[in-house]
């Protein structure tokens, strides 16, 4: 019989997320602005800094910090996609000569397929960082602010 114990766990973690989440700064606007930045901070390419650049910015611009965190982490195993749709999106930005393709790699220099590569992913991501961080201040703003009105429906009976 397996025990339920990790289980457990990971509910506990994520109650614990989430209860910080409501009780740090409960307003709809700064939990919309945690989670838009953990989300953009999750998505643009800062290797292993992600968590901490991203607490640290919450601190910076008044954020949530729990919702902020949540964002990143979030965002973590969606990596793949994101990057992927990244240079999708970079491609249809950029001029056609700097567009990577297959024949990119086996017709020019490991420099410039680099140069190439790089330019067209990130102005991909950075498109794809704003986008999904807009995306996210919406749904937690929404979320903040329904959880809000709850509570106060709650007080007044």
């Not at 964002?71 to 567009?99: A, I």
């Amino acid at each position: 019989m397996k025990s339920s114990r990790g289980r457990n766990r990971l509910y506990r973690l994520y109650r614990y997320a989430y209860l910080e989440c409501v009780r740090q700064h409960p307003e709809p606007e700064r939990v919309g602005r945690g989670m838009g930045l953990g989300i953009f901070v999750g998505i643009f390419p800062t290797l292993w800094l992600g968590p901490v650049l991203t607490v640290a910015a919450a601190g910076l611009i008044g954020a949530n910090r729990a919702a902020a965190l949540i964002g990143n982490v979030v965002c973590g195993p969606l990596t793949p996609f994101t990057w992927t749709l990244s240079v999708l999106v970079g491609n249809l930005l950029v001029s056609p000569e700097w567009r990577v393709a297959a024949d990119l790699i086996t017709q020019r220099s490991a420099t410039e397929v680099a140069t190439r590569f790089f330019g067209t992913f990130l102005i991909g991501n950075v498109v794809v960082s704003a986008a999904g961080a807009a995306l996210g201040y919406a749904v937690a703003w929404w979320l903040a602010e329904r959880h809000r009105r709850k509570k106060a429906a709650l007080r007044t009976t």
